[in-house]
């Protein structure tokens, strides 16, 4: 018997069953939302919404045969590949995305693994540090990491590593064969035994069934501690890649993945990541009900199409609902999460 109550209560653990995952995910829906919005406000403001941008600072041609990557070498996608750019150039994008209220800045490399000498890694490093003394938090996704890549890039200032499970253990070999689910594991270790912290989530829409997004979240949640941002992305369908012609999910299954997550991993930020460009705003309003409490803005999530700046900001006023703030500490400690009052 699904215990709902002490589930409220918000507290994190680390052995949920599947069945017991599989309870909460498919709970009448609005005992659901109800159950996820009751968690998400012990822990978050339920007016704040996290805002991230993702930048590609190298494109295309990428050796993983990711099923639904436009940026993979196997496919002919049309994407225009670019080389690692300069510092100067991820700077002025980084300062742009300040300037629209992204408190986290994210840089992104379609690298199977990022180089282990040379200038390129030099030149990430650089980055890294460049965008850290503008007062943001740096994420980065660059492939698998080692334990001394993962070492350095946390002594440059990265505050969180992206680092995707896309699946289940199960239907992972149905969208890819050129590393496995360990060869992901691996780097999650890695990144925690650095010190940054992990975000890491995955993708829905995939032609899985309901069984592999219960296997997803339930090996998310087994990861102690929970990774501190659970991005869930709705597949975005490239001409090219093998999914292209895959059908279209429904918005209430997102939306039941974001709720369980909530529920089952509470003091993580759930982000509501690629694909909302096919979303109506009131699916996302949903999604924010649910526990969504971050997203990624700009008009473009690496290579595929994102809402853009002007129509998040217009969706957030609408919902009065407001960025979270770039420095947060003096903001979180005016706020009481157990009575979802502001302190003044």
Not at 3 to 16: A, I, M, V
Not at 122 to 138: D, F, P, Q, T, Y
Not at 193 to 222: F, N, P, Y
């Amino acid at each position: 018997m699904l215990d709902t109550q002490e589930l409220s209560k918000g507290l994190p653990r680390y052995d949920f069953s599947r069945e017991e995952i599989r309870a909460i995910y498919q709970l009448p829906f609005p005992q659901l939302i109800h159950l996820a919005q009751t968690v998400h406000q012990k822990h978050f403001r339920p007016d704040e919404v996290q805002i991230s941008t993702l930048l590609s600072i190298k494109t295309g041609g990428c050796k993983e045969n990711c099923a639904y990557c436009p940026q993979s070498a196997h496919y002919q996608t049309g994407v225009d590949a670019h080389g690692l750019l300069d510092v100067e150039q991820i700077r002025g994008a980084a300062q742009r995305a300040k300037d629209s209220g992204s408190s986290r800045f994210c840089m992104g490399a379609a690298w199977r693994s990022p180089p282990k000498k040379g200038p390129q890694f030099e030149r990430v490093l650089e980055a890294v540090k460049e965008v850290r003394s503008m007062g943001l938090e740096v994420c980065t996704t660059l492939g698998m990491l080692d334990e001394e890549q993962a070492d350095q890039l946390a002594e440059a200032g990265v505050y969180a590593y992206n680092h995707n499970l896309d699946t289940s253990p199960e239907f992972y070999g149905d969208i890819i064969s050129t590393r496995t689910y360990q060869d992901r594991l691996n780097t999650l270790d890695n990144v925690r035994k650095a010190g940054m912290t992990v975000c890491c989530g995955g993708i829905v829409g995939m032609g899985e069934t309901v069984d592999d997004r219960i296997g997803l979240l339930h090996q998310l949640s087994s990861l102690n501690p929970h990774p501190e941002s659970v991005p869930v992305n709705l597949l975005v369908k490239v001409e090219g890649t093998p999914l292209a012609e895959e059908g279209d999910i429904d918005t209430f299954e997102m939306v039941r993945t974001i709720a369980t997550a909530c529920i089952i991993m509470p003091e993580s930020r759930v982000r509501l990541s690629a694909g909302r460009t096919q979303m109506s705003d009131e699916a996302q309003a949903l999604c924010f009900v649910a526990g969504a409490s971050s997203i990624f803005s700009g008009d473009k999530l690496l290579t595929t199409p994102n809402p853009g700046d002007d129509r998040d900001q217009s969706l957030l006023q609408r919902l009065g609902m407001r960025p979270k703030p770039t420095a947060v500490a003096e903001e979180e400690s005016n706020y009481d999460c157990d009575n979802g009052v502001a302190l003044h």
